[in-house]
């Protein structure tokens, strides 16, 4: 009993030994990099200019990301003073890199469905398929307020060049087997122009191309003309597997489809 007890002592003592060992390493160790690393972490300050202001970039990055996020609504323009921001974001190659992360992310979740017959992809096509960088650059890059007639005429040209990325997503999925159908807020009488300028630039097969008919959606939201056009597309069997739009108006709502993605876009908010 007694030589069992001094053992068991014995083996409490180097327990505890070893434990108070451990713990004067791990203290070491957390302590370490405050001494000899190269970062220090500091108390974040928002002193990010001269004379501790606010510098422009900083506060239109945030504006940006705020827009990006839907956290920021029903905004009419983009502020003046971030109107050289979004120019040089749009005209650089942040955008572009943004919008290939977006599809990326599309074609790795396309590529792992079972694809059936009815399966289909919504797109969007005003800056989703189809750029109207050309018109943005030449009323302000978002700081004009929007002028209908403008853009309509603009439209009707038929010279909107293809979206990259967009492009390169929509010919994978294309190649998987599934269906796109673009649904556009574009007016049914730039229907035949939208098609002309889709094909031009290498959209070239779809299932269905659905324009807005005044007629029907007078008066309605976007988000209101575009769930009742996914429900019709459910309706007659389709499955909407995926859809991507630039607009938070394009993916939100009934029928949305399985997963949505929404590329960049700090020129407008519809």
Not at 2 to 12: I, Y
Not at 43 to 61: D, F, H, R
Not at 137 to 151: K, P, R, S
Not at 215 to 223: D, E, F, P, T
Request: with cysteine; glycine share 6%.
């Amino acid at each position: 009993m007694f030589f069992t007890k001094v053992v068991s002592d014995s083996k409490k003592s180097e327990v505890n030994m070893k434990f108070f060992s451990v713990l004067i390493v791990a203290v070491f160790l957390v302590a370490l990099p405050c001494h000899g690393s190269e970062y220090q972490v500091f108390p974040l300050q928002m002193k990010t200019g001269s004379n501790e202001q606010y510098s422009t970039q900083v506060s239109c990055t945030s504006w940006r990301l705020g827009v990006e996020a839907n956290n920021l609504i029903k905004w009419k323009t983009v502020p003046a003073a971030c109107q050289e921001y979004v120019a040089d974001y749009l005209l650089g190659d942040q955008y572009r890199s943004d919008s290939k992360t977006v599809c990326r992310e599309a074609y790795f979740y396309a590529k792992r469905l079972n694809i059936t017959a009815k399966d289909v992809f919504v797109f969007d096509i005003d800056d989703t398929t189809l750029s109207n960088l050309q018109y943005f650059a030449n009323h302000g890059f978002g700081v004009e307020a929007h002028n209908a007639t403008a853009f309509k005429i603009w439209v009707s040209f038929g010279e909107a060049f293809a979206l990259p990325e967009t492009l390169v997503l929509y010919n994978k999925l294309v190649s998987l087997g599934i269906k796109v159908v673009f649904i556009t807020e574009r007016p049914v009488d730039l229907k035949d122009v939208t098609i002309s300028n889709l094909k031009e630039v290498g959209f070239h097969t779809w299932e269905k191309l659905i324009a807005r008919d005044p007629a029907i959606y007078s008066g309605k939201l976007s988000n209101a003309f575009k769930t009742s056009e996914r429900k019709k597309l459910v309706a007659e069997g389709y499955r909407i597997v995926g859809n991507i739009g630039d607009q938070w108006s394009d993916i939100v709502g009934e029928k949305k489809g399985f997963r949505t993605f929404k590329l960049p876009n700090p020129l407008y908010y519809d």
